[in-house]
């Protein structure tokens, strides 16, 4: 072995468990190594032998303490997930229990008294790894993936609040997260007028009726829908209002009927006190569960939908229909416009209109070039 290959010269060999404090031939630096509670190799190197002593001796004694680390770095997941779940309960209650049955399901069995500062993308790639284990196929790992990509965000939001928004912060520093994983694409099952045509054939009750209208002419969501009250519809203006707090981003809408849904939701608004619910079955009680009667349904008009259906047919009939992407989306209740992009959703019109520039465009340039054609054959030689 040369000179050039030795790397370090130990002194005289110390107890086992009491570390080791050499000087490297390479820079001449004074350096200490040994291994913590959880088995890793500590290293720091020093200019003088006098201060790497007094670090090793130092650090031996935090380490029988229990206190190696500084307080931040011992501070576990499981703080920043009580912290996280707290915010959440007080400002986003709608989330809350999605968030807190993630968490206990799946992100602390595998997370749970971690140390957060030793969290990085390592650990993350092992968690996404054995999240992923069973899956024989590509369409169940997508579907397995677009599941992960739901819980990474609910763990970077929960290091980037410890981080950020608490004082003191729990963390200063926060993973870097894998890149999201490709999921399967979006579902594209849509709602035409035959088929609700159809389906309002079958429907058996007369809360289904006006439950199918409101759907299928103004997409609103499932809890809204099942959240109405008498008193939110005014049959002499012919108006729906959604309150505000009742609706998925908070804010309130007001929303004047179609006749279709004007003359389907009457019967259900007769005989009714303004506070009860909009939408009941034949004993008054309150619709909450109509997955039985669904199912039926669709059997029998043959139609094989999901209610999250008419909610994209609805804007996408809206669109075609004229109306605004702005108006379509107050109706809706939709914030961004990512669903005209999501579900590549436009106006027959802009194509129409497109294809029309297309083909002008095609028809200018042959027409300028026969003109050039025309041109130099007039020219005398």
Not at 25 to 48: A, H, L, M, P, V
Not at 280 to 306: H, N
Not at 323 to 333: D, N, Q, W, Y
Request: hydrophobic fraction near 35%; proline fraction near 4%; include cysteine.
């Amino acid at each position: 072995m040369t000179k050039a290959q030795i790397l370090e010269i130990p002194k005289k060999r110390g107890k086992y468990g009491e570390g080791s404090c050499y000087q490297r031939e390479d820079n001449k630096r004074w350096e200490i190594s040994f291994y913590d509670n959880e088995g890793r190799r500590r290293r720091q190197s020093f200019s003088t032998e006098a201060k790497a002593e007094r670090a090793l001796e130092r650090a031996l004694t935090l380490k029988e303490a229990g206190k190696l680390d500084e307080p931040e770095t011992r501070v576990r997941i499981d703080a920043l997930a009580e912290a996280y779940l707290r915010y959440m309960k007080n400002s986003k209650p709608k989330s809350y229990l999605w968030v807190q049955r993630a968490w206990d399901k799946h992100l602390e069995p595998f997370f749970g008294g971690r140390l957060a500062g030793r969290v990085g993308t390592s650990e993350l790639d092992r968690y996404i790894e054995q999240r992923k284990q069973g899956i024989d196929n590509e369409d169940q790992e997508r579907k397995r993936n677009g599941t992960i990509n739901r819980e990474m965000t609910i763990l970077k939001p929960m290091f980037n609040h410890a981080s950020r928004e608490l004082d003191p912060p729990l963390v200063s520093r926060v993973p870097k997260f894998p890149k999201k994983l490709r999921e399967s694409a979006p579902r594209s099952g849509w709602v035409d007028d035959a088929q609700y045509e159809a389906l309002q054939e079958h429907a058996k009750s007369v809360w289904i009726r006006g439950f199918l209208a409101v759907a299928f002419n103004f997409g609103f969501r499932k809890s809204e829908l099942l959240g109405l009250r008498v008193r939110q519809v005014n049959l002499k203006d012919r108006t729906i209002q959604l309150l505000p707090g009742t609706t998925k981003n908070d804010k309130g809408r007001t929303i004047r009927m179609t006749e279709d849904v004007y003359q389907r939701l009457g019967p259900s608004v007769k005989h009714k006190k303004p506070d009860d619910a909009l939408f009941t079955w034949e004993d008054g009680s309150p619709v909450r569960d109509f997955r039985v009667a669904w199912s039926k349904m669709c059997k029998a008009a043959k139609v094989p939908i999901l209610l999250h259906d008419f909610r994209r047919s609805a804007i996408r009939n809206m669109i075609r229909a004229g109306v605004p992407e702005k108006t379509a989306m107050r109706i809706s209740g939709h914030v961004t416009r990512s669903v005209f992009d999501r579900y590549d959703i436009g106006s027959d019109a802009d194509l129409a209109d497109a294809a029309e520039r297309i083909e002008n465009r095609r028809i200018g340039r042959k027409l300028v070039t026969d003109q050039e054609a025309t041109t130099e054959q007039s020219v005398p030689r």
